[in-house]
């Protein structure tokens, strides 16, 4: 059975950085758009980022360019999320997601990950 796990998350202070990895597993992703989402209490599930397997193209949401950098590891099955310069704002769950063909909409995903908490302290 398809399965993405997340790891990496944790506190740190603003103006920190994290890596997150998301491990897939079950099945071969290498031809699946990866993502990253985030979520925070009460609001949908915002985009973050993604890698375009078909176009080999990365794509970042307006609130995390040039702040964040996602990139994968083929051989690992894995795939990274580099956050720098974390703002308190960045504080969510942050979930990893694949899907065959890239989209900014989190509905349109069909694999998903358990998420792991981001957490900037000011």
């Known amino acids: 059975q398809a399965q993405l796990v997340e790891s990496g998350g944790g506190l740190v202070q603003a103006g920190g950085s994290l890596r997150l990895s998301c491990a897939a597993s079950?099945?071969?992703?290498?031809?699946?758009?990866m993502a990253w989402f985030r979520q925070v209490p009460g609001k949908e599930r915002e985009f973050v980022a993604a890698?375009?397997?078909?176009?080999?193209?990365?794509y970042y949401g307006d609130s995390v360019k040039g702040r964040f950098t996602i990139s994968r590891d083929y051989a690992k099955n894995t795939v990274y999320l580099q956050m720098n310069s974390l703002k308190p704002e960045d504080t969510a769950v942050y979930y990893c997601?694949?899907?065959?063909?890239?989209?900014?909409?989190?509905?349109?995903?069909?694999?998903w990950g358990q998420g792991t908490q981001v957490t900037v302290s000011s």
């Open positions: 997601a694949a899907r065959r063909i890239f989209s900014r909409s989190a509905v349109d995903y069909d694999y």
């Open positions: 079950g099945r071969t992703f290498s031809n699946y758009a």
């Open positions: 890698f375009s397997r078909s176009s080999g193209n990365t």
